[in-house]
Every structure is written in C-alpha cells, then in structure tokens.
C-alpha cells in the first residue's frame, strides 16, 4: 500500500513538471493553432543553458531561472517572427515541418557545443530527501512542484486578469475576430510564443535535475507532451495540468502494481477511452469548421 | 500505332540504363586483397548522435589510435591505414545503409563494428552477404550469435550474457554466514543488459539466494522512480542491475534519496564508465559499486601500459577518464593485425578464417572466438574503491578484495 502511496505522490509531483512544460506547448497551440514540434527541443535547450551557468559560474539550476526564462522568452519571440509569422496559408501543416526543423537545428547546435554525452544538473538538493508516509521525498521535487505552482499561477493571473491576457484569449476564441475589434494578433502571439518558450526553460531546469539529458532528449519528451496536451485538450491550460498529473501518476502505480512494460500503454489505454468519449479531449473546445 | 514503338524504346533505353547501371557499381572485392603497399580504408558505422552517442565517440577514439599506431608501425600488413567512419545515429535502419554504402558505394576493404548489440545485429547480417569480416568491439548479446553467422567476431573477453558470472561465483563464494539470502532485480528490456541479468538470477537462484522482486523496464524509460520504488521495497541483500549509464546513475540517485543501502550493487554498465559516472553520482557514492568488465587501466595485459599513456597524450585526461568502450575499439585492430600477419593477408575470407582459429593478444587480455564468433574467455568482476575502479574477482585477477558490505551512499 506505501508503494502505491508513494507512487501517487511521485506521480503528482513529477506530473506537475510535465504540466510546466507541456502548459507552454498548449498556451502556443491555443493562441496561434500551431503545432511546436520543437517544444520538447527548447526544453532541453532551457536545460543546457542552466547547465552551462551552473558549469561556468556555479550558479544554482533554480536561480540561473532569473537569467534562462527572460532569455528564453527573447528567443522565442525571434523564433516566431522569423519562421512562423510568416507562415501564412497552411499554418498547422507547415508549422510541423517548420518547428521541427528548429529542433533540428538546437539538437545539432547543443550537439556541437557540449557533445552528445549524457549530463545532468547538479545541486544539494538533488539527492537530500524528508521522510513522509514511511518514505522519502527528495527535496528537489518539491522545489520543482513549487516553481510549477508558481509559474501556472502566474500564467493563469496574465491570462485572466490582464488587459494582455483579455487579447491574448480574445485571439485563441477567435484569431480573425481578434483581429477585428483591434488586437494586434501578431504581437499577442510573438509574446504569447515567447512565454511559451521561457516556460520550457522553467520545466527544463526540473527535467535536467531529475533526469539525464543530451541533444537527442526531446524526442522522447515532445512524445509525451503533446500527449499530454491531447489528452487535455490542445489549448487547454487546465487541461494539461490534469492531463500531465493523471498520465505520471497511471504510469508509475501501472510500473509499480503491475510492470513498467505496460506503464505507457496504460496511459494511452486512457487516452483513447477518452477521445472516443471526447474527441476535442478533456477541456478542449469543439469547433465546427465551416467547409 | 506509335505508342508500341514509344514503349518498346522505353523499355530498351531501360533496360540499358539498368544494364549501365549494373556495370558501374561493381560488387566490391571480399575475398581479393589490395595491391600490396597500397592505402586501404577500414569502414565503420558509429553512433556520434542518439542513445550511444557517448560510446559512439568513445569508439572512434579507440579506433583511431589503434589506426595511428598500425600506419607509425608501417601500416596493416603494409598498407596504410585511413578510418571512415558514418554517423548512425544509433538506428537500426540507419547502420544498415550505412554499412551497405560502405561496401557498395565506397569499397573499404574492411569494416568493424558500431556500438551495441542492437546495431550489431542488423549490421552483421549486411557486412556477411558482402563477404566482408565483421570484428566488433560491443555487439555480445546471445542474439548476435544465434544467427549462424560466421563473420563475425565479439572482440570482448566473453559472451555479453556471461558478464556477471563473475559476480555470481564471488556471491556464492561468501562465507555461508556472510552470503546474501535475497536479491532483487531491475533491468532494461535491452539485448545487452537482460540476458546479463537473467542469467546472474539463475544462477544465484540455483545457489539458493532468493529473488524477492524482478523487473524488466523498456528502454526508453526516462522517470526510474517508481522502478527504484520496487527494488527498495523489496530490502534485498543484495540488487542486480541491468543498466546503461543513465539508468545507472538514477538508480543510485534513487536509492540516496530514499537512504537505502543494500549489502552489494552491481549494474551493468555506467560504472565502468570511469569518471564521467564519478561526476554524476559523486564520487563519495561510487564506493562499492560492482560492475563486469573486460579491461581496467591497470590491467597486466600486452600493451595495455603503452595504451593507457598514449590515450591521455592524445586526448588528455587521467587513467580513469578512458571509457571501456576506447580498449575495446583498440582490440579490434589488434586481432585484424594478428590474423592479417597470421593469413599473410588482409582479404576478408582469409582474415575469416584466421580469426576462428588460435589466440590473440589485446589489451583487454588474451581472446580467442568459437564458430559464431563467441569468445571463450570471462569476464572480472570490478568494484569502486576510493574514487578507482580495481578489479576484485576472480582472485587469479583480484588486486584488493571486494568491499562487502558496501559503505553507505553518502546521501
């Protein structure tokens, strides 16, 4: 019974970081109905970057944040004028091919510059643990499930308590209505990209702590995630959280009651059972494309 | 009516581009050996991106010296050495084009092997059509071999699934008062690490330590968790691991976080993985950790002093920095230069036949291969004492004895 115990509690802690990286896949997908591929790659970029301060100037994984998040949300904002911006016909197919050869490109670039070996971020609080329930929690986790809490919160209060946030759901309900009453879509979603892209950073911080990681990571991790955010419902903040929680915690009391063979397949057990009772997933909003 | 006729020279000029074509690519020559003094280029596909990416380049490494120190001895059997070497990007499907491209499109007049069982596998089946010897350092799981190939040659002391006999014997050897009653193990679903796992667990079953938990998890595994979770409920004496180095190092992560110390750990690799595997779990962690190998820096075996040294001339570092992966690559040229000199060629059906009979010495010790190209020797079962790894078992090959029970982690 602790196994199970312990594998719920594991689950929603290391389901909370899911959230924090799979949130800025959705919040992207939500305001410019596009696909980033490339998502899973900008974590692990966000990881390295916060691997290289840590190496160079022994600065903390978790505050190097103050320095990776601003820097990655710049990025993305390049990124989205330069390569999706201009994509104008076509957006979602095209921005799969687009987004993918971004990741490309930041797997060959991290490959060049700190090789392929696996690496992983290091800090006190990495293998410290407090006992609870009859076993231990390693400090890292909870930090991780705190800066999640943090940053979804944040996003949550831009989006529904800001005038930006009022633009920003304005143009993820209805992109050409947006567009119509004045807002400026492509601002919105250079930023809204760019938020997308420094939360990558955030969970690529939590990801790097608690897992080994090279260039080639993020083809396993964008996998996940846009499971996660299908199952949530693509668009859906809420719905990835729920999605990312509930896919940790099946996966590890699947590993640990009946193998860890059959932990994904659980899961995705889930997933089809769900998108047959609700195609547009579980927050996702059903819309009827006129032909 | 003119449509038969366009046809009819359609298929014609087809048939000639085809016929053209079939001339062009000559089937590249096996069994004939180059012109003597000529340069020739050793062909080999390794994995500089994906999962093995660290072997992959570690390979290379090895490679090269061994080519740098055959070309400043005169060259194999005279000819100069060059190595080409083709990302694979740790697939499947990728080593099998590259390993046709190099004997089709490049015509390298020999070829080694790419890291891991995995790739070996569909590797050989390409490089055995061609005719072409297939030494390779890292391909020693039980199903390379059951294929009735006979080209290929495992260049490690034994078989991969044989690695942790050695562990095995040394357990059983304990004092019956001393010896662990129960054992628990976790292992990839890897063609390296399972057959390795499986084959310690019965053994040990036949010698009486019961299994109290046993897990298989796939390979593309990343949150090991709830697999520590397992193992740690199970309060096992002593824990098998069927691991690389990541899993390797979350394992031990895993059991740090939640104070559990078993009386022995072994894993598969990722120990051997020198002070790369030290930085990650810290140094302090490593004491005690057991893992197989075939070679140590200090081992007495021909030439491996002078390996050692030119290594850390060439690419720096300490004795403990050398992957295992580095010797085991150096060995392959080692055994192609004594078949070369033993068949007075360097043809594949001559090298073939010269490597399944005597012995060759490497630095990893002396080896020879049966039909399938299994090696017959064992491997040593190597420990973590005081930031080294030295081997500990059998006692022939012992230089301290092992630490038992092991220190706890420093948490």
């Given at each position: 019974m602790t196994l199970i115990l312990e594998a719920v509690v594991f689950g929603i802690l290391t389901g909370g970081v899911y959230a924090l990286m799979a949130s800025g896949l959705t919040l992207i997908f939500g305001v410019m109905r596009i696909i980033n591929v490339g998502h899973g790659a900008l974590v692990i970029l966000g990881a390295y970057l916060s691997f290289a301060l840590l190496r160079s100037a022994n600065i903390d994984p978790f505050v190097s944040l103050v320095i990776t998040m601003p820097a990655m949300f710049l990025i993305g904002v390049v990124l989205q004028v330069i390569f999706i911006r201009p994509l104008k016909d076509d957006r979602e197919a095209l921005s799969v091919l687009v987004t993918y050869a971004i990741a490309l490109g930041i797997e060959g670039l991290l490959g060049y510059l700190f090789t392929n070996n696996f690496v992983q971020l290091n800090a006190w609080y990495e293998t410290a643990s407090f006992a609870v329930f009859g076993f231990h929690i390693a400090y890292v986790y909870l930090f991780g499930f705190g800066l999640c809490l943090a940053v979804l919160g944040a996003i949550f209060v831009l989006l529904y308590r800001t005038t930006f946030g009022s633009a920003v759901r304005a143009t993820m309900l209805n992109r050409t209505a947006a567009q119509l009453v004045g807002v400026n879509v492509d601002r919105v979603s250079a930023i809204a990209f760019g938020i997308g892209v420094s939360t990558a950073a955030a969970g690529g911080v939590i990801f790097g702590m608690t897992n080994a990681f090279n260039p080639g990571s993020h083809y396993d991790l964008i996998s996940r995630l846009l499971t996660i955010i299908v199952l949530g419902g693509l668009g859906s903040l809420r719905g990835a959280v729920i999605a990312a929680v509930a896919m940790l915690i099946i996966e590890d009391v699947t590993a640990v009651v009946i193998s860890p063979v059959w932990a994904s397949f659980a899961f995705f057990l889930l997933l089809v059972i769900v998108l047959v009772v609700r195609p547009q997933g579980l927050y996702g909003i059903r819309v009827r494309e006129r032909i | 009516m003119r449509k038969p006729v366009s046809l009819a020279v359609t298929g014609i000029v087809s048939l000639g581009a085809l016929s053209l074509a079939a001339c062009g690519s000559s089937s590249p020559s096996s069994s004939g050996s180059p012109q003597a003094g000529t340069p020739i280029t050793i062909g080999v596909s390794v994995s500089l991106t994906g999962d093995f990416s660290g072997d992959g380049k570690a390979l290379v490494q090895g490679y090269d010296l061994w080519a740098q120190d055959e070309n400043a001895k005169g060259g194999l059997l005279g000819h100069h050495v060059t190595m080409k070497y083709v990302d694979d990007a740790s697939s499947t499907t990728q080593v099998v084009t590259n390993y046709q491209n190099l004997i089709t499109q490049d015509k390298v007049a020999l070829v080694f092997g790419p890291f891991s069982s995995l790739l070996t596998i569909p590797a050989s089946t390409v490089t055995d059509r061609f005719g072409y010897a297939f030494p390779e350092p890292a391909g020693g799981g039980p199903s390379v071999f059951n294929?009735?190939?006979?080209?290929?040659?495992?260049?490690?002391?034994?078989?991969v699934e044989d690695n942790l006999v050695s562990f095995t014997q040394w357990v059983l050897s304990l004092p019956a008062a001393q010896r662990p009653a129960t054992a628990a193990y976790s292992t990839e679903d890897d063609p390296f690490t399972q057959p390795q796992v499986d084959k310690a667990r019965a053994l040990l079953e036949a010698g009486g330590v019961r299994t109290v938990s046993y897990k298989v998890y796939p390979a593309?595994?990343?949150?090991f968790t709830p697999l520590a979770q397992q193992v740690i409920s199970a309060n096992a004496d002593v824990v098998i691991l069927g691991t690389q180095e990541p899993d390797a190092v979350a394992f031990i992560k895993a059991f740090q976080q939640q104070h559990y110390n078993p009386k022995a750990l072994v894993e598969t690799a990722g120990p051997d993985q020198g002070s790369d595997f030290a930085t990650k779990v810290g140094t302090a962690n490593t004491e005690g950790v057991m893992v197989p190998a075939g070679w140590w820096s200090s081992a007495k075996t021909p030439f491996n002093a002078t390996f050692v040294s030119e290594f850390i001339a060439k690419y720096g570092g300490t004795p403990g920095d050398i992957p295992s992966d580095a010797p085991e690559a150096y060995s392959v040229g080692e055994v192609v230069d004594q078949a070369a000199q033993k068949a007075h060629s360097i043809a594949n059906s001559a090298l073939i036949a010269a490597l399944h009979s005597g012995t060759f010495q490497t630095v990893q010790g002396p080896m020879a291969f049966d039909s399938l190209g299994r090696p017959n020797g064992a491997s040593f079962l190597v420990q973590w004492q005081n930031g080294l790894t030295v081997p500990v078992y059998p006692p022939s090959a012992a230089v301290a004895q092992p630490e038992y029970p092991k220190p706890a982690f420093s948490g």
């Open positions: - | 294929r009735g190939i006979h080209s290929l040659f495992f260049v490690q002391p034994a078989p593309e595994t990343t949150d």
